[in-house]
């Protein structure tokens, strides 16, 4: 039987995983991974038609099973993402090979858990993303949430609770998922998409409503959009870095691409808009719409009060996630693209930065931003990294965080939604803040005495890191190239294409050329440079010597501002912070823990089949007379 | 061929009768007796379910009429649930030597004898003294082992399944009042005129609470948890494992060929999800690993009655899929109590010194959550759509039900794999796990083994027992095979 | 990594007449746009509100106050100065960025004034820091420090007030006349040597035995330039 | 669009935009004195002050990022005055809308943050952090307004909006139609020119000119250019929103420097606010109008 | 200050012995005590009389007697007078007991004037350096100290004569004292 490209790929990741698993404990297991996933990458390069065109590869194995058949199938939607997952997987494990491996043994660490982790997490994504129906993409999702758990709870101890809460918030979205599947089957009579296709038009409004809230709740689980947020941030933090990088560059899109088949291609978003929340004049699309816009800013104003590097990164990454489900919802062409792109792009920065802080945490030891600083002397390509990383997370202009930014913005203005662009806005700015602090109390102010000695990052560690900064300044300079990949997605899944060109996107209503606006920021750089070169020459001085009305800087007083970074912001707001999500979460295991006494209570005590058996009696009896 | 399967029966029963006075003469002779009438056993049901031509055929015992005697009814479906009691009485067999070894070797011939005789037998009244016999090892088993919680369990479990046997005769009592025959496929017939009113309803309550006992039924199966934390972990294996399901198929039996009022079926339903909701959330706080076991079969046989409550042939498809998952996964796990026991935070640590045993317990936990490749996930598949498909609101509450459940269940599930796995023991719990003992481990990896092997083989084994609900379904089959068959043959 | 700013800059000293039209109009913006340093030593202080304010308006001069030392021209000694506060003059000063003038208001500053026979006032500044210009009065009224001012004014025109140079140039004098008053560890976290070397501002005054006793207790102060470390071989604990 | 007219249009807007920005700043310094009844700088003051910084013969740096940090802020604003079209030359305008342009003009103040950053002074990075805390507040009417106005002329192209404006005449100005949003545009104007009563980041009592505290010779000198192109940039802002921008030269120049002096008039009556009241200011008024304004719009 | 409030403060302080009073104006009284008597009188001033607040330690150096002076200003609110306990201690040990522990404000006065000249006192919490940090010369308030040679030795003299001022004294006019002796210091020697 011949062997079709998508067969290809799902051996050489299966390949991948045996590797890993047999060889993991040798010392080139780190190197022959990469290779691996470079070879996965090359196969997956090979399917390049289905970035550029709506065509269709199937796998050759399908099952059949219990009367259901399974099939495995890429189409653009998911050539996209896997590219995606391929992608940061290669550069995740090549920064994690060399220096960081022996450091992670020395730790303690368990080097051969990790790259079969990786591998398994790579393997059950892909089944994921080629799934043909829907009970095979349920399968994959519980293999990709089951593959998450092994990858977080590897570091034990608080890792290993964020990872239980995770899996209890995995294993009810799979449930819900589960239970939308069954609706599905009866309504549909099958599982295909085709005739799934076919019976949503028929089907009656409450049953619609019912499939809308179990899918959405079980993706957005795996998305954390706003009320099931709470588990994703301590679990992408307390993974190991390399891993933080994969996970928080492409885990919890796996709900979005999920989100993508089911509510958008197969329900479509014109059926979604159909259905009116009674008495309200809302319907399920703006409902979508107003939990991604809190989604963003919620844990974009939760990151801002983080004192550790990583769980701000994490949080943020939650709060990016609402822009991609943003711009989705609005599903025009701008909308929809925007969304999309910010899938590539958050994943690019999103790696970036985790990488720059293990880069950090490797050589300083500690990711506690009130115990940095100055390291910009000591570390300055991850300095690099790390503000492009900042500038395309805020979203400004030089990075390709700014277009699809840009995108979502004018897709809200065409549809005319204030509140949303004002609450989207919010987002950003809130966004732009919390980064700040994170680059300031890391790398700039006052270099600590005891890091005065720390070096650069290793050069294993630092090539997969500026590959990516490059990347995310080169999709800035010319988003064409995603824009390309992203507009066959929109056909794909039935949005509206838009049209896009080398440096953006073009329309009438105000269009945005990158090369244009870059070309010009950097020429408005060079004039600053000269203006600013052409007086005297400067000269460096100590960072002691520095203005401190009049007394004198000595190193052993520590003269910097790093804790409770934007006073004057938290006086007014400090007081929103209640956590009433948390307080939410708690109610519930709460709930449980008092259910579980009853329960067990019942079947303690002695007396109690005398109490059983009466009511047994009892029901015999009204049943005779 | 057929005829030897009345050995099945007798020759545990003789065996059991004998035992304590071979074990006196010779005690080596003595020990490999039970074994090889069990093993004999499996083989006669082996090759009958290799060779039989798949037709179910009915043996009337002693030569006597159906009507008036009795007779074995042998379908796909009974002919399963024997061959597998002989298996796994076989495998749970009490090899300890002691000095009540022959009285426990004995009490368990006599339970595998009645299980198989529950579960092939045609006569209500045979089913009823089979169900006594069994009730009866019960007690002396779990009185066996000798300690003091193991007795305060067993007068429980007296009491309640006194009371539990006293009901079941009462409502025999009623439909052979309002019939005159206790024969099941002569009930068939007459039920619909018959038996279909309130006092028919009744009968099948009482029955239902009665056997109910046995197969952890919400309101009388406050017994489980003790009995099985106190007992032998082997015992208690083969208890939860298939001794449940006997008395299960039996309300199975009943539901199917004779009580087809609606109302039965709400009934067990409502009592199914009020045993899956007692039995997942007792065990979110359970401390000790075997009786978090236990609560978790009150759960599974929970959610196997709300199976049982769905009317048509898929719904029997879903209660047997459900019910061999659970025996295999519930045994293998007893399996892994009895290789570690105690107290849960003990295991601290452990996957370090025995990763073979945490493996296991991760796998059996996966299957049981209903992880896709494993079984598990398409037992569940089938109860789900099912469930999904019917109109009446009460199925919807009992899906979702089940769906909380199995979240609760993953988690206390995995609170105790990651607690396996904690690599960095907490330095003042010297991790004691005990030795591992090398038989129970070896059973609970020959269960792995057989898990691993059902994955495999899923399709072929879904068509398998398609066919067997199929048969087990169709009521006019049933009557026919056991009434027009002339008198059974001599010999 | 050669840091950007060692590219040679233009120098436009040579010679030609657009040299000489660019350093008249240097010297004349130099002279309109004064930044004062807003750092008052002693009473001389009070006057300056007044100078800045409505009746007597500095800034029609071109004269801003300025909050820190680096953003300033002039520095104001107004008043006595005793030895604890010109410890933190001489830091403010040489913190601020050079051409820099400093103007000593108050016969104080002049001669030690009404304090002369105190044991704890400087009498003679500029003996710790070349000073351009001394206001006499105690307490000049606005308009003699305008006066004084405008006087500052046209000598930085004509180009006569590089009195800074000076600091430089016999750095050694003022060093040792500051190390015999606050003993000889005496140090100020700015490195005038190097920051000297720098602009290429050495005399034969820059160096002597006082700039020797400094280098010896000097605590290291080159800024800490960006390396990547990877050559540097593992320190060893 | 030539590359020999663009590459003239890239030079000649900036330094259109530097001179009418001096004057700017000289405007408002002369109306401060006006208010507090002195005679004011000389007419040059602000090109003497930047030649002189300039000319500083000792600079102090604290690294290169203080070095880039203050390329980045001048060449933000350079890069941003292309974007906004004057009369006669429209730059490249077309090529990003509004929105570009107030993300660009963010690239600036994220430059001076990083040199800032660099200099290792506290009193610059509480200076920063009342910085961008200023900069969440002023943004928000800030967003409004624009959401406003781009929805009512369906465009974010300024060349259009300033077409479809001059096109109508006096009656299609967005101050007349829109008379809502262009008060809460003026004050949020006002807050992000970072004068007086909403200069909480350069305190120079308290944080000694926040940010500006380690900058000297032409580091200072660079954000005295800044400031002028701040001015600029705001004010031309609000007359192409607001006032139809400028068909001749000298009406365009009369309603930017009108514009301008409402504020800075406005600027020298009031103490400082603190940062919270800032925000808690901000937020209520402008944001209420610019809601307001917008559903008129909707 | 009313008469019976004077006449009942006399007879008060009569009870030190060796005490010697002088009414100086209706609302101040100074008094002479001998050094060990003070505390006595404090503790009586402040527990019976109200004088609770001690607004001043002042020193007076005689260096001729070779004694110290010391007065302990104490004020009281309800009858709004002020009592200046003097007493002379012996210049050359300088020690004397704190009264820190009737009033806590001594203790910066007692700090200053140990550093100004020199006097220990006993039980003080801080007898470390004040104001003059950058000093460690003798105590400069003390008589023998010369501040002009110290000057002389550490500082230098503005030596001011312009040009102009030398052709005015070329002519003979210019100032009539000549520099050298414009010092007034007593010291002629």
């Given at each position: 039987?011949?062997?079709?490209?998508?067969?290809?790929?799902?051996?050489?990741?299966?390949?991948?995983?045996?590797?890993?698993?047999?060889?993991?404990?040798?010392?080139?297991?780190?190197?022959?991974?990469?290779?691996?996933?470079?070879?996965?990458?090359?196969?997956?390069?090979?399917?390049?038609?289905?970035?550029?065109?709506?065509?269709?590869?199937?796998?050759?194995?399908?099952?059949?099973?219990?009367?259901?058949?399974?099939?495995?199938?890429?189409?653009?939607?998911?050539?996209?993402?896997?590219?995606?997952?391929?992608?940061?997987?290669?550069?995740?494990?090549?920064?994690?090979?060399?220096?960081?491996?022996?450091?992670?043994?020395?730790?303690?660490?368990?080097?051969?858990?990790?790259?079969?982790?990786?591998?398994?997490?790579?393997?059950?994504?892909?089944?994921?993303?080629?799934?043909?129906?829907?009970?095979?993409?349920?399968?994959?999702?519980?293999?990709?949430?089951?593959?998450?758990?092994?990858?977080?709870?590897?570091?034990?101890?608080?890792?290993?609770?964020?990872?239980?809460?995770?899996?209890?918030?995995?294993?009810?979205?799979?449930?819900?998922?589960?239970?939308?599947?069954?609706?599905?089957?009866?309504?549909?009579?099958?599982?295909?998409?085709?005739?799934?296709?076919?019976?949503?038009?028929?089907?009656?409004?409450?049953?619609?409503?019912?499939?809308?809230?179990?899918?959405?709740?079980?993706?957005?689980?795996?998305?954390?959009?706003?009320?099931?947020?709470?588990?994703?941030?301590?679990?992408?933090?307390?993974?190991?870095?390399?891993?933080?990088?994969?996970?928080?560059?492409?885990?919890?899109?796996?709900?979005?691409?999920?989100?993508?088949?089911?509510?958008?291609?197969?329900?479509?978003?014109?059926?979604?808009?159909?259905?009116?929340?009674?008495?309200?004049?809302?319907?399920?699309?703006?409902?979508?719409?107003?939990?991604?816009?809190?989604?963003?800013?919620?844990?974009?104003?939760?990151?801002?009060?983080?004192?550790?590097?990583?769980?701000?990164?994490?949080?943020?990454?939650?709060?990016?996630?609402?822009?991609?489900?943003?711009?989705?919802?609005?599903?025009?062409?701008?909308?929809?693209?925007?969304?999309?792109?910010?899938?590539?792009?958050?994943?690019?920065?999103?790696?970036?930065?985790?990488?720059?802080?293990?880069?950090?945490?490797?050589?300083?030891?500690?990711?506690?931003?009130?115990?940095?600083?100055?390291?910009?002397?000591?570390?300055?390509?991850?300095?690099?990294?790390?503000?492009?990383?900042?500038?395309?997370?805020?979203?400004?202009?030089?990075?390709?965080?700014?277009?699809?930014?840009?995108?979502?913005?004018?897709?809200?203005?065409?549809?005319?939604?204030?509140?949303?662009?004002?609450?989207?806005?919010?987002?950003?700015?809130?966004?732009?803040?919390?980064?700040?602090?994170?680059?300031?109390?890391?790398?700039?102010?006052?270099?600590?005495?005891?890091?005065?000695?720390?070096?650069?990052?290793?050069?294993?560690?630092?090539?997969?890191?500026?590959?990516?900064?490059?990347?995310?300044?080169?999709?800035?300079?010319?988003?064409?190239?995603?824009?390309?990949?992203?507009?066959?997605?929109?056909?794909?899944?039935?949005?509206?294409?838009?049209?896009?060109?080398?440096?953006?996107?073009?329309?009438?209503?105000?269009?945005?050329?990158?090369?244009?606006?870059?070309?010009?920021?950097?020429?408005?750089?060079?004039?600053?440079?000269?203006?600013?070169?052409?007086?005297?020459?400067?000269?460096?001085?100590?960072?002691?010597?520095?203005?401190?009305?009049?007394?004198?800087?000595?190193?052993?007083?520590?003269?910097?501002?790093?804790?409770?970074?934007?006073?004057?912001?938290?006086?007014?707001?400090?007081?929103w912070y209640r956590g009433s999500f948390l307080w939410l979460e708690k109610s519930v295991t709460s709930l449980v823990d008092f259910i579980s006494l009853v329960m067990q209570g019942l079947y303690r005590r002695a007396n109690a089949e005398f109490y059983l058996l009466s009511t047994a009696l009892f029901v015999i009896a009204w049943v005779v007379i | 061929m057929n005829e030897h399967l009345m050995l099945t029966i007798a020759l545990p029963l003789l065996g059991a009768f004998l035992l304590p006075i071979i074990m006196r003469s010779s005690l080596a002779m003595g020990v490999w007796i039970g074994p090889a009438i069990l093993g004999y056993g499996c083989w006669i049901l082996g090759n009958l379910w290799l060779h039989g031509n798949g037709q179910p055929f009915s043996i009337a015992i002693g030569g006597f009429a159906p009507p008036i005697g009795i007779n074995l009814y042998v379908d796909a479906m009974a002919l399963l649930f024997a061959f597998a009691t002989q298996l796994l009485g076989l495998i749970f067999w009490p090899f300890r030597l002691d000095q009540d070894?022959?009285?426990?070797?004995?009490?368990?011939?006599?339970?595998?004898?009645?299980?198989?005789?529950?579960?092939?037998?045609?006569?209500?009244?045979?089913?009823?003294?089979?169900?006594?016999?069994?009730?009866?090892?019960?007690?002396?088993?779990?009185?066996?082992?000798?300690?003091?919680?193991?007795?305060?369990?067993?007068?429980?479990?007296?009491?309640?399944?006194?009371?539990?046997?006293?009901?079941?005769?009462?409502?025999?009592?009623?439909?052979?009042?309002?019939?005159?025959?206790l024969n099941l496929a002569h009930l068939a017939q007459l039920a619909p005129d018959q038996l279909n009113n309130d006092l028919g309803l009744a009968a099948f309550l009482a029955i239902l609470i009665g056997i109910g006992v046995k197969a952890e039924l919400f309101p009388v199966n406050t017994w489980v948890p003790e009995v099985y934390a106190t007992a032998a972990s082997r015992l208690s294996a083969f208890l939860a494992g298939l001794v449940s399901k006997l008395a299960m198929l039996v309300i199975l039996r009943l539901l199917l060929l004779i009580f087809h009022q609606p109302e039965a079926t709400q009934v067990i339903l409502i009592l199914g999800i009020l045993g899956v909701i007692s039995g997942e959330f007792a065990a979110w706080r359970a401390k000790d690993m075997r009786r978090m076991l236990a609560f978790s079969s009150i759960g599974q046989l929970g959610v196997i009655f709300i199976a049982v409550a769905l009317p048509d042939e898929r719904g029997v498809l879903a209660v047997l899929a459900l019910s061999l998952h659970h025996m295999l996964i519930k045994s293998g796990l007893?399996?892994?109590?009895?290789?570690?026991?105690?107290?849960?935070?003990?295991?601290?640590?452990?996957?370090?010194?025995?990763?073979?045993?945490?493996?296991?317990?991760?796998?059996?936990?996966?299957?049981?959550?209903?992880?896709?490749?494993?079984?598990?996930?398409?037992?569940?598949?089938?109860?789900?759509?099912?469930?999904?498909?019917?109109?009446?609101?009460?199925?919807?509450?009992?899906?979702?039900?089940?769906?909380?459940?199995?979240?609760?269940?993953?988690?206390?599930?995995?609170?105790?794999?990651?607690?396996?796995?904690?690599?960095?023991?907490?330095?003042?719990?010297?991790?004691?796990?005990?030795?591992?003992?090398?038989?129970?481990?070896?059973?609970?990896?020959?269960?792995?083994?057989?898990?691993?092997?059902?994955?495999?083989?899923?399709?072929?084994?879904?068509?398998?027992?398609?066919?067997?609900?199929?048969?087990?379904?169709?009521?006019?089959?049933?009557?026919?095979?056991?009434?027009?068959?002339?008198?059974?043959?001599?010999? | 990594m050669s840091s950007i700013n060692q590219i040679p800059v233009i120098e436009a000293k040579r010679g030609n007449p657009l040299s000489k039209v660019f350093d008249e109009l240097v010297r004349f913006c130099r002279s309109r746009s004064l930044f004062i340093l807003h750092y008052c030593t002693g009473c001389g202080a009070i006057e300056l509100p007044p100078a800045m304010t409505s009746r007597f308006d500095m800034e029609r001069l071109g004269i801003q106050p300025m909050v820190s030392p680096r953003q300033a021209d002039i520095l104001l000694i107004t008043g006595y100065v005793s030895i604890k506060t010109l410890k933190r003059v001489i830091l403010t000063y040489e913190q601020m960025g050079s051409p820099k003038y400093v103007i000593g208001i108050c016969s104080c500053t002049v001669n030690g004034g009404m304090y002369w026979q105190s044991y704890a006032t400087a009498k003679k500044l500029d003996e710790y820091m070349p000073v351009d210009l001394y206001i006499a009065g105690c307490m000049p009224r606005p308009e003699a420090v305008i006066a004084g001012l405008q006087q500052l004014m046209n000598r930085i025109q004509s180009g006569e007030a590089n009195s800074w140079e000076d600091y430089f140039r016999n750095y050694d004098y003022y060093l040792g006349n500051q190390q015999k008053l606050f003993g000889d560890n005496w140090q100020t976290p700015t490195d005038i040597i190097t920051e000297a070397k720098h602009y290429n501002l050495m005399g034969e005054g820059t160096f002597g035995e006082h700039t020797r006793l400094l280098e010896q207790h000097q605590k290291p102060l080159e800024a800490l330039d960006m390396r990547l470390g990877h050559n540097l071989k593992e320190p060893t604990e | 669009m030539a590359p020999m007219e663009l590459i003239l249009e890239l030079t000649l807007m900036p330094l259109i935009a530097f001179l009418v920005g001096m004057m700017m700043v000289l405007m408002m310094r002369r109306i401060a004195a006006k208010i507090q009844r002195r005679v004011g700088p000389p007419l040059l003051q602000?090109?003497?002050?930047?030649?002189?910084?300039?000319?500083?013969?000792?600079?102090?740096?604290?690294?290169?990022?203080?070095?880039?940090?203050?390329?980045?802020?001048?060449?933000?604003?350079?890069?941003?005055?292309?974007?906004?079209?004057?009369?006669?030359?429209?730059?490249?305008?077309?090529?990003?809308?509004?929105?570009?342009?107030?993300?660009?003009?963010?690239?600036?103040?994220?430059?001076?943050?990083?040199?800032?950053?660099?200099?290792?002074?506290?009193?610059?990075?509480?200076?920063?952090?009342?910085?961008?805390?200023?900069?969440?507040?002023?943004?928000?009417?800030?967003?409004?307004?624009?959401?406003?106005?781009?929805?009512?002329?369906?465009?974010?192209?300024?060349?259009?909006?300033?077409?479809?404006?001059?096109?109508?005449?006096?009656?299609?100005?967005?101050?007349?139609?829109?008379?809502?949003?262009?008060?809460?545009?003026?004050?949020?104007?006002?807050?992000?020119?970072?004068?007086?009563?909403?200069?909480?980041?350069?305190?120079?009592?308290?944080?000694?000119?926040?940010?500006?505290?380690?900058?000297?010779?032409?580091?200072?000198?660079?954000?005295?250019?800044?400031?002028?192109?701040?001015?600029?940039?705001?004010?031309?802002?609000?007359?192409?929103?607001?006032?139809?921008?400028?068909?001749?030269?000298?009406?365009?120049?009369?309603?930017?420097?009108?514009?301008?002096?409402?504020?800075?008039?406005?600027?020298?009556?009031?103490?400082?606010?603190?940062?919270?009241?800032?925000?808690?200011?901000?937020?209520?008024?402008?944001?209420?109008?610019?809601?307001?304004?917008?559903?008129?719009?909707? | 200050m009313s008469q019976e409030i004077a006449h009942w403060l006399d007879n008060l302080l009569e009870e030190i012995e060796g005490i010697e009073i002088r009414r100086k104006s209706s609302r101040r009284v100074r008094v002479d005590v001998p050094a060990d008597a003070l505390p006595a009188l404090l503790e009586l001033l402040q527990g019976r009389a109200g004088y609770i607040h001690l607004s001043a330690i002042s020193c007076v150096d005689w260096i001729d007697d070779e004694e110290f002076e010391l007065v302990y200003h104490v004020w009281s609110y309800e009858n709004h007078s002020l009592v200046s306990a003097h007493i002379r201690i012996a210049r050359e040990p300088g020690v004397y007991l704190s009264v820190y522990d009737l009033y806590q404000p001594a203790a910066f006065f007692e700090r200053d004037i140990h550093e100004m000249y020199g006097i220990h006192f006993e039980g003080s919490p801080n007898m470390g350096k004040f104001i003059l940090t950058e000093w460690d010369g003798p105590p400069p308030m003390r008589k023998e100290f010369d501040s002009e040679a110290y000057i002389n030795e550490h500082l230098s003299w503005q030596e001011y004569n312009p040009p102009w001022l030398q052709a005015l004294i070329a002519e003979g006019g210019g100032v009539v004292i000549p520099p050298e002796e414009q010092r007034f210091s007593r010291k002629k020697s």
């Open positions: 039987m011949i062997l079709t490209p998508l067969d290809e790929l799902l051996l050489f990741s299966g390949a991948t995983l045996l590797v890993a698993l047999i060889l993991g404990r040798g010392l080139a297991a780190g190197w022959m991974v990469t290779i691996l996933y470079g070879g996965q990458l090359l196969t997956l390069i090979k399917m390049a038609a289905l970035g550029y065109s709506d065509t269709i590869i199937h796998a050759s194995i399908n099952f059949e099973i219990m009367g259901q058949s399974l099939s495995w199938r890429f189409d653009a939607l998911s050539w996209f993402f896997a590219l995606i997952t391929v992608a940061s997987a290669l550069l995740s494990s090549w920064f994690s090979c060399g220096e960081w491996e022996r450091s992670f043994k020395q730790h303690g660490g368990n080097i051969w858990l990790y790259h079969s982790a990786m591998a398994l997490n790579v393997f059950t994504m892909l089944i994921l993303l080629a799934s043909g129906d829907l009970l095979s993409l349920f399968i994959g999702w519980e293999l990709v949430s089951w593959a998450g758990f092994l990858l977080m709870a590897m570091a034990g101890g608080v890792a290993t609770r964020a990872a239980m809460r995770y899996i209890t918030y995995a294993m009810a979205g799979g449930m819900a998922v589960f239970g939308g599947i069954a609706l599905v089957y009866v309504a549909a009579g099958s599982l295909q998409y085709e005739a799934i296709l076919t019976a949503v038009d028929q089907m009656s409004t409450t049953q619609l409503w019912m499939l809308v809230v179990m899918f959405g709740s079980g993706f957005g689980i795996k998305m954390g959009l706003l009320p099931f947020h709470l588990w994703q941030a301590p679990a992408y933090a307390e993974t190991p870095g390399p891993g933080s990088a994969f996970l928080g560059a492409i885990s919890s899109r796996m709900g979005l691409f999920a989100i993508l088949l089911v509510l958008v291609k197969l329900f479509g978003i014109v059926n979604i808009d159909s259905l009116k929340i009674p008495f309200t004049l809302i319907d399920a699309r703006d409902l979508l719409a107003w939990i991604a816009v809190f989604t963003i800013i919620l844990p974009t104003f939760t990151a801002m009060k983080q004192n550790d590097a990583r769980h701000l990164l994490a949080w943020h990454g939650i709060g990016q996630g609402g822009y991609m489900l943003l711009g989705v919802v609005v599903a025009d062409a701008m909308g929809g693209a925007g969304g999309l792109l910010h899938v590539f792009n958050h994943a690019t920065y999103q790696a970036a930065l985790f990488m720059a802080v293990t880069a950090v945490i490797h050589r300083t030891g500690t990711s506690d931003l009130n115990k940095l600083g100055g390291l910009v002397v000591r570390m300055p390509l991850s300095f690099v990294v790390l503000l492009v990383g900042i500038i395309g997370l805020a979203g400004l202009p030089p990075m390709n965080g700014f277009v699809s930014k840009w995108l979502v913005y004018r897709s809200l203005l065409n549809e005319g939604m204030p509140l949303l662009f004002l609450a989207a806005v919010i987002g950003t700015l809130g966004t732009i803040l919390s980064v700040y602090k994170l680059i300031h109390n890391i790398f700039l102010g006052q270099l600590r005495i005891e890091h005065e000695q720390v070096k650069e990052a290793p050069w294993s560690m630092m090539v997969p890191m500026l590959i990516l900064a490059a990347i995310i300044f080169i999709t800035g300079l010319f988003p064409g190239i995603p824009l390309a990949w992203v507009a066959s997605v929109q056909e794909v899944i039935g949005l509206p294409v838009t049209d896009y060109t080398l440096g953006g996107v073009e329309s009438v209503s105000g269009s945005l050329d990158m090369i244009w606006v870059i070309g010009v920021l950097f020429a408005g750089f060079g004039i600053g440079a000269v203006i600013f070169y052409s007086a005297g020459r400067s000269k460096r001085v100590h960072q002691l010597d520095n203005y401190a009305g009049g007394h004198f800087l000595s190193a052993d007083v520590r003269y910097q501002y790093s804790d409770n970074f934007y006073a004057g912001l938290m006086h007014l707001i400090g007081g | 070894t022959p009285k426990r070797q004995a009490l368990m011939l006599l339970l595998v004898a009645s299980s198989t005789g529950l579960a092939l037998s045609g006569d209500l009244f045979n089913l009823y003294v089979f169900y006594e016999l069994v009730a009866v090892s019960t007690f002396g088993l779990i009185a066996a082992s000798s300690s003091g919680a193991a007795y305060v369990a067993t007068i429980r479990y007296l009491i309640l399944s006194g009371i539990g046997s006293v009901l079941t005769l009462f409502g025999i009592a009623l439909i052979y009042a309002q019939t005159g025959t007893f399996m892994l109590a009895d290789h570690w026991g105690g107290s849960l935070d003990r295991l601290r640590g452990l996957a370090a010194t025995s990763p073979l045993a945490g493996g296991l317990f991760v796998l059996f936990a996966l299957s049981l959550v209903g992880m896709p490749p494993l079984p598990g996930f398409w037992a569940k598949f089938t109860l789900i759509t099912e469930l999904a498909g019917q109109t009446d609101p009460l199925y919807m509450i009992g899906l979702l039900v089940f769906l909380l459940a199995t979240v609760i269940e993953a988690s206390y599930l995995f609170r105790v794999a990651a607690k396996m796995y904690q690599t960095k023991p907490t330095e003042n719990v010297r991790i004691n796990a005990p030795d591992s003992g090398g038989l129970s481990l070896t059973t609970a990896s020959l269960f792995g083994a057989g898990l691993i092997a059902v994955t495999v083989m899923v399709s072929p084994l879904g068509e398998a027992l398609q066919a067997v609900a199929a048969q087990a379904q169709d009521v006019d089959l049933y009557i026919q095979t056991v009434l027009q068959q002339p008198l059974g043959e001599r010999q | - | 602000p090109l003497y002050d930047i030649v002189k910084l300039h000319s500083k013969r000792t600079q102090i740096s604290h690294g290169l990022i203080h070095d880039i940090g203050i390329i980045m802020a001048m060449g933000g604003y350079i890069a941003a005055e292309t974007l906004l079209p004057v009369p006669g030359m429209n730059g490249i305008a077309e090529k990003g809308g509004i929105i570009t342009l107030l993300y660009l003009m963010m690239i600036p103040s994220l430059g001076l943050a990083l040199g800032v950053g660099q200099c290792a002074n506290p009193n610059g990075s509480i200076g920063i952090a009342r910085a961008l805390t200023a900069m969440l507040a002023y943004d928000i009417p800030l967003v409004i307004v624009i959401f406003g106005v781009a929805y009512a002329a369906g465009t974010t192209n300024l060349v259009d909006i300033i077409a479809q404006q001059q096109a109508g005449g006096f009656a299609a100005w967005g101050a007349v139609e829109m008379p809502l949003l262009a008060i809460a545009g003026l004050i949020a104007m006002h807050a992000s020119l970072g004068k007086q009563p909403f200069e909480i980041y350069i305190a120079p009592a308290e944080i000694a000119t926040g940010p500006m505290v380690e900058m000297s010779g032409k580091y200072l000198g660079g954000l005295f250019v800044m400031q002028c192109f701040q001015l600029y940039t705001t004010s031309v802002l609000y007359v192409s929103l607001f006032l139809g921008g400028g068909t001749t030269w000298f009406d365009f120049l009369l309603k930017s420097f009108l514009v301008l002096a409402i504020p800075v008039s406005i600027a020298y009556l009031f103490p400082r606010y603190r940062t919270e009241d800032l925000l808690r200011l901000m937020w209520k008024w402008p944001v209420m109008l610019g809601l307001i304004g917008v559903a008129f719009v909707l | -």
